[in-house]
């Protein structure tokens, strides 16, 4: 169904979960998000950050730490609870937090009750209008009491972090978890009202072939994920010092990476599902497939999204926060994030403010990965035509007057493609993982 054409894909590129990207941050000037978040009226989402796991996989880049040192994860939480209540007092009267996501690291590394004393504090800060709730998962350090919490919190969404079935494969990526494990997870989760479950798998992990991802894939049709996201394991050391523990001359190639990816959308398609992009997928009941059917599909720090609101305001160490024209991060370090949280100052000192050309080209970028088409000024039509050439070229994309569209084979090359409109990538020399 695909063509390979490695001299496309040869360059890394950015997800583009945002544009400007977090590559291209800087400092804020001082005040910039506490004023940013006083004007934050209407809708308004909320993430918080809870950067623990229980065990630490070989893989990930996220900021994560293990959870045992239960020191240190009661002097975060302590300081995240200072947050919540300094953000929910510069909130203006007319917000309305209508979504809440808990993300990681693993949420459910924290003990229960912390958790629960999380959502008492959302509760008693914010003003909450009926929000969907949303969570990550680790199915290793999942419990039955986790499945009453979930229905007691009124969760509805789920992301539990599967990557594989193959049990070689976990070993390698240090990520060992049995079906039964998942299975019963899943049970949790479901009698707990979840009814919008995603599978993360990847790709191109080590010692993977095409029979073990076929099996993953088979296994999450069968149980009944709504939603798949299937990612391509990005193998950076340089930037994640743990990755050092997975052997490069283990990992599939280039082409195999791209024969995987094929691979899984061809079955997901096959089998039922939605694509959304060309790695995500969601059965047509989900919101996820409705809002990508009616064209309303968008993309955030959280990837591609259903949340129609413009306001995403991100609590804990390394979370982004994003409003019309201001992307914000707060700070990375555990110790100095605890410091500030504890004077009741907001961290986020690192960011950009972007300009009209970057919310144009900002929408362009959105409008090719979420819908697979933009309509573009003569501007940026004579800017990319010659770059743009070689996939129009190949029947990847088509330029028709003023609208570009990324073609049904063009989608394992819509991040080149989008990349195309960036015009930060010609002055970094910041490293990204592979586009596919």
Not at 198 to 213: E, K, R, S, V
Not at 251 to 273: C, I, W
Not at 344 to 363: E, K, T, V, W
Request: hydrophobic share 40%; charged share 20%.
């Amino acid at each position: 169904m695909w063509n390979y054409y490695p001299e496309l894909l040869a360059t890394p590129v950015p997800r583009y979960t945002s544009y400007p990207t977090a590559a291209d941050f800087g400092p804020l000037e001082d005040g910039v998000i506490e004023r940013a978040i006083a004007g934050a009226g209407g809708d308004v989402s909320l993430y918080l950050h809870i950067p623990f796991c229980e065990k630490i996989c070989y893989y990930c880049g996220c900021n994560t730490g293990a959870s045992g040192k239960r020191a240190r994860v009661e002097t975060y939480l302590e300081a995240l609870h200072q947050e919540l209540a300094t953000v929910a007092s510069l909130l203006p009267q007319n917000a309305r937090v209508r979504r809440i996501a808990f993300g990681g690291g693993s949420p459910n590394a924290i003990r229960p009750a912390e958790f629960m004393a999380l959502v008492d504090s959302l509760h008693a800060h914010f003003p909450l209008f009926a929000p969907e709730w949303s969570i990550e998962l680790d199915p290793r350090s999942l419990s039955a009491e986790w499945g009453h919490l979930v229905r007691e919190v009124g969760i509805t969404r789920a992301s539990m972090g599967v990557q594989t079935f193959a049990a070689h494969c976990q070993k390698a990526i240090g990520r060992e978890q049995s079906t039964a494990m998942i299975c019963r997870s899943i049970d949790w989760l479901r009698s707990g009202g979840v009814t919008s479950l995603n599978f993360d798998l990847m790709y191109g992990l080590p010692h993977q072939t095409m029979i073990d991802l076929a099996d993953s894939l088979e296994h999450t049709r069968m149980l009944g994920a709504d939603r798949v996201a299937v990612f391509g394991y990005a193998h950076v050391p340089h930037m994640v010092p743990r990755q050092t523990m997975i052997p490069e001359d283990a990992l599939p190639g280039a082409e195999a990476r791209f024969a995987m990816a094929a691979q899984a959308h061809e079955f997901l398609t096959g089998n039922g599902y939605e694509a959304i992009g060309f790695d995500h997928f969601a059965l047509p009941h989900d919101p996820m497939a409705r809002v990508t059917r009616e064209g309303k599909l968008r993309r955030n720090f959280q990837g591609f999204t259903d949340d129609p609101a413009e306001v995403l305001i991100g609590m804990g160490a390394t979370a982004i926060s994003g409003f019309p024209g201001l992307l914000a991060q707060n700070e990375k370090h555990n110790g100095r994030y605890r410091a500030l949280s504890a004077q009741g100052r907001l961290s986020a000192s690192h960011g950009i403010a972007s300009s009209p050309q970057d919310r144009l080209r900002g929408g362009v970028i959105e409008a090719l990965l979420c819908r697979s088409e933009a309509r573009l000024s003569p501007c940026l039509i004579a800017e990319v035509q010659d770059r743009l050439e070689p996939f129009v070229a190949r029947n990847l994309a088509s330029l028709d007057n003023d609208t570009l569209r990324i073609l049904q084979g063009g989608l394992p090359y819509a991040r080149g493609i989008a990349a195309l409109f960036d015009s930060y990538r010609a002055v970094t020399q910041r490293r990204f993982s592979s586009a596919i």
